[in-house]
C-alpha cells in the first residue's frame, strides 16, 4: 500500500488509519498544495489532491471512502461496525456526514482566508465559515451523552470526524466550538496513532490573517 500526504490535509485520515490498524504502508510527503509545489504530482493524481492511495489495482482518491476501505478490505471491524450492526447507519451517516457536511465548507474557508485572500472573497469566507459551524449542531448535541460517535467506542467515524474538528482548529474556526467538542477533539488528539500521523512531515504553513 502508498499513501501520497501532506501534513494536515485530508490525507491525515487514512494516515491515521493505517497508524491504528498497524498496517504496513509507504507513505510519500508532498508539500501544500501539491497541484503547486510539485507538478510533477500530476503524473501520478491528475485531480492534484491528496490523498492519493495505491493497494494493488485499487486507486482512491477519496479519505473517508480509503478508511472504509481499509476497514472493509482487511476486516478490521475492530475500528468499524458490519452491516448487520444496529448502528451501521449511523456509523456509515457520521463517516459520510464528516466530509460532505463539515470538510467542505471549511476547505472553501481555508482557501479564501489564507490561499486567495482578497476583500471580496473575505465575505464569502465568512459565510462559510459560520456555516460549518452551524452544521457542528448535530455532533455537539451527540457528544453532551456520548463520549464516541457510535458503539460506544473508537472507529474510523472518529477519524473522519475528528479531523475536520482539527483542520477547523488549525484555520482558526474552534474557538466557536462547544465545551465537549473541544473536549472530543483534545481525546481524539491524544492517541498515539494520531500523534505519529500527525508528526509525518512539515507543519501546513498558512499565512497569517488579518
Not at 491504528?20 to 500530476?42: A, K, T
Not at 448502528?87 to 457536511?101: K, P, R, V
Request: glycine fraction near 4%; include cysteine; aromatic fraction near 14%.
Amino acid at each position: 500500500m502508498k499513501l501520497w500526504h501532506c501534513n494536515s490535509a485530508r490525507s491525515l485520515r487514512p494516515l491515521w488509519a493505517l497508524e491504528e490498524l498497524g498496517l504496513e504502508y509507504e507513505l510519500e510527503v508532498l508539500p501544500f498544495p501539491p497541484r503547486l509545489f510539485q507538478r510533477e504530482y500530476l503524473e501520478v493524481n491528475t485531480l492534484g489532491t491528496v490523498p492519493y492511495f495505491v493497494d494493488g489495482d485499487t486507486h482512491m482518491t477519496e479519505s473517508v471512502g480509503i478508511c472504509q476501505y481499509l476497514v472493509d478490505r482487511y476486516q478490521r471491524y475492530d475500528f468499524g461496525l458490519e452491516p448487520t450492526h444496529l448502528e451501521y447507519g449511523a456509523y456509515l451517516n457520521w463517516l459520510h456526514h464528516a466530509d460532505a457536511t463539515l470538510t467542505f465548507p471549511q476547505t472553501i474557508s481555508m482557501r479564501y482566508y489564507y490561499l486567495e485572500p482578497t476583500p471580496e472573497k473575505q465575505a464569502v469566507a465568512d459565510d462559510y465559515a459560520k456555516w460549518y459551524i452551524s452544521r457542528l449542531r448535530r455532533l455537539d448535541a451527540h457528544l453532551e451523552t456520548n463520549e464516541y460517535l457510535v458503539d460506544n467506542r473508537f472507529t474510523i467515524a472518529d477519524i473522519a470526524v475528528g479531523y475536520a474538528l482539527y483542520l477547523g482548529r488549525a484555520i482558526q474556526l474552534d474557538k466557536r466550538y462547544k465545551p465537549q467538542t473541544v473536549a472530543y477533539l483534545e481525546r481524539m488528539m491524544e492517541r498515539p496513532a494520531f500523534k505519529r500521523a500527525d508528526a509525518q512531515g512539515e507543519p501546513m504553513q498558512l499565512p497569517k490573517r488579518d
